[in-house]
């Protein structure tokens, strides 16, 4: 790396900046890739397999990779890049683990300089971690050595990893992009396309993470905790501990020269450096990042622990009697059957009432016994983490309980109003949660779903399917579709809140930090009055994708002292929010926004 011209070009240009000698420069980017390198050993990996089998029969009831075919279809002649989500630190060891067991090299995984930690820094390099900085802060020689060494190892056919969300989600949904490594990886390709890269989204399903007390911590407002080798050591403990199943789901994969082709047709005949600047290649790369996004998402794994999180979450003590949670839990089944997202997402084989005593076995929910049904909850302990269960597979049912919620407050609704409800609100659900469809698909969406409720007998339609209404309120249709609005209530509620806040102040009045940090303190008084078990509804960084979203789409203008205006289009929006959520809900976010 230190003979690469650019590397040398970065280095004269420190030693001016820095007013030192080339050689120091020289030294100091020989630091840099030091503290960067991996140091693989394949003698080293196979101990770790031995040892992690070992590990793994011990702590789950079994590791399942799903999808692995697709590894042969792309391996040939292909550059590999792993592009998983981030749920726990053990993402790391389970990929790596499940692809040895394939018969394929692990890959060289990018980890945050944070775990480089004295002795265990220099075992993960040995299994292929390589390190890199959470932010390179202007640096251009430590840009140049890195970026030159993910060139290296890409140009040598070494598969690679990465998670695109930057760290570990708490909420148990997909983060925002970061796009930083996905940048490098296309920029190191177009300066030098040796092999074809293809992606590889990874989805991890878990029934227990190891790190749920500090996540709970985290989400209950604590500062997050620097890792340290102490920790690590402790950790030991979860061996005496069982988390259930953990699922591997490869997804679709995604190769890159379509998108560069796509968004950047001269690629192949042009001449690219580190500093070519071109809006050709930022869309390719946000076209890439939303993509992943999307396939990560569409290769979920639904387990016992995320079904019973979704109905009984949407219960305001989280309790059912048991007859009712049964049949929701049937009713979800049914649903995913009959409509499935994905060929890719898989879904457990256990019937109810297996799924229910599957979960009462890990410790996950309590019964309470009584004579007219037994009642079934969520213990104290697990009442906030289970969202972030629930939250893993939120995407699977987001269309059919937006539908439902046109129903909270309405008792029929004409199918021209659900398609105008369904469209002024998806795009925005469909940002946060990398849904699939896109907006011109949506109409057809629309019908399928509702046509699936139908079947499900929790819609009802007049012959000509033109004016649809929900169940008898005493009926077991009328119960789930309530308990399926619930998964996605709590979006337009937020939703409603942010824009009820715009309007109280008017336009031109705030700025987009004043508005997201109102939006925030009036969420968790919310949360705090009527016990929300979900601390993503206060979440900041959801009301300022909320905020640029409108931005995006003309809702919303930056005025002048970058104010932010509006017109009556967002008015409207408010008017079509009224219409599905209930009038007490409305009273009660217009009573926190109007103190």
Known sequence: MLRARVVRQAAAAEARDKKISR???????????????????????????????????????????????????????NEIVYVPCHRSHMDYLLLSYAIYNQGYAIPHVAAGINLNMPVIGRLLRKGGAFFIRRSFGGNALYTAVFMKYLAAIMARGHSIEYFIEGGRSRTGRLL?????????????????????????????????????????????????????FLDLVRAVRVLRERFGEVHVNLGEPLHLEAVLDQHLPEWRTRTFDDDTRHPGINAAINDLAGTIMQRINAAAAVNPINLLALCLLATPRSALVEQDLLRQLQFYLGYLATSPYGDRVTVTRLLPAEI????????????????????????DANAVLTTYYRNNVLHLFAMPSLIACAFIANAEMRTEDIQRLAGRIYPYVASELFLKWREDELPQVVIRTL??????????????????????????????????SQLTLQFIERYYLAIAILIEAGPGQITRRALAERCQLMAQRMTLLYGFNS??????????????????????????????????????????????????????????THD
């Open 356 to 379: 229910l005593a599957y979960a009462e076995s890990l410790g996950m929910v309590a019964r309470d016994p009584h004579k007219l049904g037994d009642v079934i909850r969520m213990t």
């Open 23 to 77: 050689r120091q420069a020289l030294l100091r980017a020989r630091a840099y890739g030091e503290e960067i390198a991996a140091n693989y050993s394949h003698a080293f990996v196979r101990f770790l397999a031995l040892i992690f089998t070992r590990i793994w029969n011990r702590v789950y009831d079994g590791v399942i990779f799903s999808h692995a075919d697709s590894l042969p279809q792309v391996a040939q002649g």
């Open 451 to 484: 046509a699936v409720l139908r079947e499900r007998g929790v819609l009802e339609c007049n012959p000509e399917q033109t004016v649809w209404c929900r169940p008898p309120p005493a009926s077991p249709g009328a119960m789930q579709l309530s308990l399926l």
């Open 535 to 592: 601390p993503e509804f206060f979440d900041r960084a959801l009301f300022e994708n909320f905020i640029d979203l409108l931005r995006e789409r003309r809702a919303l203008r930056i005025g002048e002292g970058g104010n932010l205006e509006f017109d009556d289009v967002l008015e409207q929006v408010a008017r079509d929010a009224q219409i599905v959520l209930s009038e007490q809900i409305r009273h009660s976010i217009l009573q926190v």
């Open 176 to 228: 925002q992009p970061k796009t930083g490594m996905l940048t490098m990886t296309v920029r190191s390709y177009l300066r030098d396309p040796v092999r074809p890269v293809v992606f590889m989204p990874v989805y991890f399903g878990y029934e227990r993470i190891v790190e749920a007390a500090t996540y709970v911590s985290e989400l209950s407002g604590k500062p997050k905790k620097k890792e340290g």
